[in-house]
């Protein structure tokens, strides 16, 4: 970590602007070879200048350059962002001449790793950045923001130093018994009890986060041509899938996203569902219906205002019996033969009437989706990713075994081993004990130049 990293830090493509960050301790020198300053550069202030080749000996650009001073900037080391015409040849030979002066490529996410090595930032927040840049969603980005802010890291250091005193107590307890120090156990597993809790409101998190950062995952459900296509259009606001009078016309599946009230949805179109398929491919489209239908969030159960409800509609709603779900009655522009009392029949879920050809009621619809799937959701601003997910699920797991050896009357020193675990895993959420190779694995993940 003791060379000078170069990368660009906005997309490909061409742009208004573009910018290319240094950090490193040659970060400033290396800048100044390829930077030609109209005035002083001072630390954090911006200031404009040309961009120079020194090995073609000519110009090539202007804009602007900020340099930041050791500790206090991004990476926590010698940094400078320098800002040119978005033409991505531009940036990238910024990038070439910087490399010949000294620098070096940085990997993917190497400049948040180095924050987070210096002390910048916990991996929770580092996390946040990469969360932050590829959230679907405005709530997405809030979401993003409060974690880059440090609301779950402070919530896990909470949990540690909460494990941390009773380990103490205990540990106290073990080494000097001629001090006569007791500890209570049942007061001990009381406050187990509670840590307990507040780690299990944490996961509860997960789906939470994932959806508003991912996408409120939702399968459209029905047998052939009961208007599921016509949906699928109709909530794109654009013609995406085949829709024909010829029934089964979509043999495999569709997925795009919504945005509903700055919530996104991943809505799939899936082929017909028939529960006795008839050939191989509709095998093979009813197997991959199922195995999305599992994954999903929530179904939209399709039916047909102008057929009776038969034995394909129940078999399908015994399928997604467990799902939250909507029922859409469609085509109520023809003659309708369902009632509610139908629909009730095949189980819970609000029932909305539309017409997907003649788009009407679809405002109804989204407005129910968002209430039903994410209207209710609470507003704190956190959320736990499948990495943390699974250490919180670590330290409860150690928890409820201090716990248990608590009844069993075990001695203190297995309980605080335990106890020690489940520090260790609250301890990794926050990347004071992972291994290099995790943290590397863990930021490879991210784009270069964040």
Same mark, same amino acid.
């Given at each position: 970590?003791?060379?000078?990293?170069?990368?660009?830090?906005?997309?490909?493509?061409?742009?208004?602007?573009?910018?290319?960050?240094?950090?490193?301790?040659?970060?400033?020198?290396?800048?100044?070879?390829?930077?030609?300053?109209?005035?002083?550069?001072?630390?954090?202030?911006?200031?404009?200048?040309? =961009?120079?080749?020194?090995? %073609?000996?000519?110009?090539?650009?202007?804009?602007?350059?900020?340099?930041?001073?050791?500790?206090?900037?991004?990476?926590?080391?010698?940094?400078?962002?320098?800002?040119?015409?978005?033409?991505?040849?531009?940036?990238?030979?910024?990038?070439?001449?910087?490399?010949?002066?000294?620098?070096?490529?940085?990997?993917?996410?190497?400049?948040?790793?180095?924050?987070? !090595?210096?002390?910048?930032?916990?991996?929770?927040?580092?996390?946040?950045?990469?969360?932050?840049?590829?959230?679907?969603?405005?709530?997405?980005?809030? *979401?993003?923001?409060?974690?880059?802010?440090?609301? =779950?890291?402070?919530?896990?250091?909470?949990?540690?130093?909460?494990? !941390?005193?009773?380990?103490?107590?205990?540990?106290?307890?073990?080494?000097?018994?001629?001090?006569?120090?007791?500890?209570?156990?049942?007061?001990?597993?009381?406050?187990?009890?509670?840590? /307990?809790? /507040?780690?299990?409101?944490?996961?509860?998190?997960?789906?939470?986060?994932?959806?508003?950062?991912?996408?409120?995952?939702?399968?459209?459900?029905?047998?052939?041509?009961?208007?599921?296509?016509?949906?699928?259009?109709?909530?794109?606001?654009?013609?995406?899938?085949?829709?024909?009078?010829?029934?089964?016309?979509?043999?495999?599946?569709?997925?795009?996203?919504?945005?509903? /009230?700055?919530?996104?949805?991943?809505?799939?179109?899936?082929?017909?569902?028939?529960?006795?398929?008839?050939? %191989?491919?509709?095998?093979?489209?009813?197997?991959?219906? =199922?195995?999305?239908?599992?994954?999903?969030?929530?179904?939209?159960?399709?039916?047909?205002?102008?057929?009776?409800?038969?034995? @394909?509609?129940?078999?399908?709603?015994?399928?997604?019996?467990? $799902?939250?779900?909507?029922?859409?009655?469609? &085509?109520?522009? =023809?003659?309708?033969?369902?009632?509610?009392?139908?629909?009730?029949?095949?189980?819970?879920?609000?029932?909305?009437?539309? @017409?997907? $050809? &003649?788009?009407?009621?679809?405002?109804? *619809?989204?407005?129910?989706?968002?209430?039903?799937?994410?209207?209710?959701?609470?507003?704190?601003?956190?959320?736990?990713?499948?990495?943390?997910?699974?250490?919180?699920?670590?330290?409860?797991?150690?928890?409820?075994?201090?716990?248990?050896?608590?009844?069993?009357?075990?001695?203190?020193?297995?309980?605080?081993?335990?106890?020690?675990?489940?520090? &260790?895993? *609250?301890?990794?959420?926050?990347?004071?004990?992972?291994?290099?190779?995790?943290?590397?694995?863990?930021?490879?993940?991210?784009?270069?130049?964040?």
């Amino acid at each position: 970590m003791d060379d000078t990293i170069v990368a660009p830090s906005t997309p490909q493509g061409k742009g208004a602007i573009a910018m290319v960050r240094l950090s490193g301790d040659q970060a400033l020198s290396i800048a100044k070879r390829l930077f030609k300053p109209a005035g002083k550069i001072l630390p954090r202030k911006a200031t404009y200048g040309k =961009l120079y080749d020194f090995e %073609e000996g000519s110009f090539f650009d202007e804009g602007i350059l900020i340099y930041y001073k050791a500790p206090n900037s991004y990476t926590g080391e010698e940094m400078v962002e320098i800002t040119c015409h978005g033409n991505p040849i531009v940036a990238w030979r910024i990038v070439e001449l910087a490399i010949k002066s000294g620098a070096r490529q940085a990997n993917p996410g190497e400049f948040t790793y180095r924050a987070f !090595l210096n002390g910048k930032m916990d991996l929770p927040r580092a996390e946040a950045v990469e969360e932050l840049v590829e959230a679907q969603s405005y709530r997405g980005v809030k *979401l993003s923001f409060s974690q880059l802010e440090g609301g =779950l890291s402070k919530r896990i250091e909470t949990l540690r130093e909460e494990l !941390l005193n009773l380990a103490i107590l205990l540990e106290t307890e073990i080494e000097f018994p001629e001090e006569g120090i007791s500890i209570d156990l049942k007061e001990v597993e009381k406050a187990l009890k509670n840590t /307990k809790e /507040k780690i299990n409101s944490l996961i509860a998190l997960f789906d939470r986060g994932r959806q508003f950062l991912e996408g409120i995952k939702l399968v459209l459900v029905g047998k052939p041509n009961v208007g599921k296509s016509s949906l699928f259009n109709a909530l794109l606001e654009e013609e995406r899938a085949i829709v024909t009078e010829i029934p089964g016309t979509t043999r495999d599946f569709l997925r795009e996203r919504i945005i509903v /009230k700055g919530v996104p949805f991943l809505i799939t179109d899936t082929a017909g569902m028939n529960p006795r398929p008839s050939d %191989e491919i509709e095998k093979e489209g009813m197997r991959r219906a =199922l195995k999305l239908i599992e994954e999903a969030d929530g179904v939209l159960f399709l039916l047909d205002a102008s057929s009776p409800i038969d034995e @394909s509609d129940r078999a399908l709603a015994e399928i997604v019996s467990n $799902k939250r779900k909507v029922f859409v009655l469609n &085509k109520i522009d =023809l003659k309708k033969v369902i009632s509610e009392e139908d629909i009730k029949k095949l189980g819970n879920g609000h029932i909305i009437k539309i @017409s997907a $050809k &003649k788009r009407e009621n679809l405002e109804e *619809l989204t407005e129910t989706l968002w209430k039903c799937f994410s209207g209710t959701s609470t507003q704190e601003e956190i959320y736990v990713n499948s990495r943390q997910k699974a250490f919180l699920e670590g330290a409860l797991s150690h928890i409820e075994k201090a716990s248990e050896m608590i009844r069993n009357h075990e001695t203190e020193e297995i309980v605080a081993e335990e106890i020690r675990g489940a520090i &260790k895993s *609250l301890e990794e959420i926050l990347g004071k004990i992972s291994s290099e190779e995790i943290l590397k694995n863990i930021f490879s993940r991210f784009c270069i130049g964040k």
